[in-house]
């Protein structure tokens, strides 16, 4: 299996210097090559990836306009041509409906702002030692926070909008087989409570409210600042810094989580939540964005994948908060003010969200069991009764009653 492992590299100013120039030739040939597809009129044949090489690369050094190309490598010249090439081919795919996940769109040109990188590929980089060769940049200083597992086929050079930099080696890695009783874990997302189990366990999320002030006063004073400025350029850079923070704190947070439940369970069942259409609720945007659900389950697929486990993603429809996960019984629509409910039917207590992890765990090993829903189609708890009529009032007042 082929994994990426990454890096902080601290280049010297000269090579910083170089990087630059590299960073932004690749993304003028990929600009280029993309205006040229984009210029083409409806009916002509796009050219391959070896006649967009020739077109924006070998004739353009020849021009004036483009002479400054030569002063970098030639590799992630190229490799930038195919990266389009790819992503052409996965918008492709996406619209026929032959990509998994998301749908792709169209190519987006490059903004020098962004993110930059750059690839090289084999003969455009050596490692020496400590130190990793890049063709045209020279040695850098590359802190190992863990040793490679194998010759890497490719190596990316990035830098962030913090200006920090980054390499990302591409390894081919054999992934252990981790033997393990057969244990199944439904998952409830949510706000307060990041993650609650289908056993019990309630787990927080990092507190990045403080950090999150921060940047929303950075905001408002940027948008009093002259745009261009260097106050207005030193504002930015803060709020960058912020986020990157913010950033790193949930990725460390997520993959420590998303981990110890792959290593733990042989199946993981998570609900199919409408993340798109939950931020549009301009009170809960912020706080859903912050939580990174979607990188979480992203996370838990592809280490599943990984160490030969199972990953069950039930329907967003499954009412696993109207129904008792004991007997079935269900009781309706709740408030999210309502955190505890009693069955009206066994009697039983439940917490609301471990209630709904025990609901999503329950459907996630049916459809599992179930051949025929093998592809993300859920199949309903049984239900002894049904009762949607079923008002908040009654379920609270009938929680106090027991409770007393």
Known sequence: ?????????????????????????????????????????????WPSNADLQKLVITQAKQSEQRSWLSG?????????????????????????GERQGARVGFP??????????????????????????L??????????SRPLP????????????VGQY???FVVEVDIPYLPAEYEAVGV??????FATTSAGEFIESPNYNRL?????????????????????????????????KIANLRNDFLHKLSTRLVKENQLISLEDLNVKGMVKNRSLSRAISLQGWGIFRTMCTAKCAMYGREFQVISRWEPTSQVCSSCGYRWGKLDLAVREVVCLNCGTKHDRDENAALNILRSGVEQSQDPKNGHGVSVRPSQKAVCDEVSTHLVVEQLSLFAS
């Open 1 to 45: 299996m082929k994994l990426r492992y990454n890096y902080r590299i601290y280049p010297t100013a000269q090579q910083q210097e170089r990087l630059a120039q590299t960073f932004g030739c690749s993304r003028v040939v990929w600009n280029d090559a993309l205006a040229m597809i984009k210029g083409l009129e409806e009916g002509v044949k």
């Open 72 to 96: 970098v490598s030639n590799i992630p010249l190229q490799q930038s041509v195919r990266d389009l090439g790819s992503a052409l081919s996965e918008f492709f795919k996406s619209l026929k």
């Open 108 to 133: 987006r040109f490059k903004k020098r702002h962004d993110t930059q990188s750059a690839r090289f590929t084999r003969g455009g980089f050596s490692l020496h030692g400590e130190k990793l060769y």
């Open 135 to 144: 063709a045209k940049i020279g040695d850098l200083k590359v802190m190992w």
């Open 150 to 161: 194998s010759e890497p086929s490719s190596v990316t050079v990035l830098r962030n909008k």
């Open 166 to 168: 980054h390499v990302s």
């Open 188 to 193: 409830d997302l949510g706000i307060n409570t």
């Open 212 to 244: 999150d002030r921060k940047i929303r006063r950075f905001q408002r004073q940027l948008a009093r600042q002259v745009k261009g400025s260097k106050r207005w350029q030193r504002t930015k850079h803060r709020i960058a810094k912020l986020h990157l």
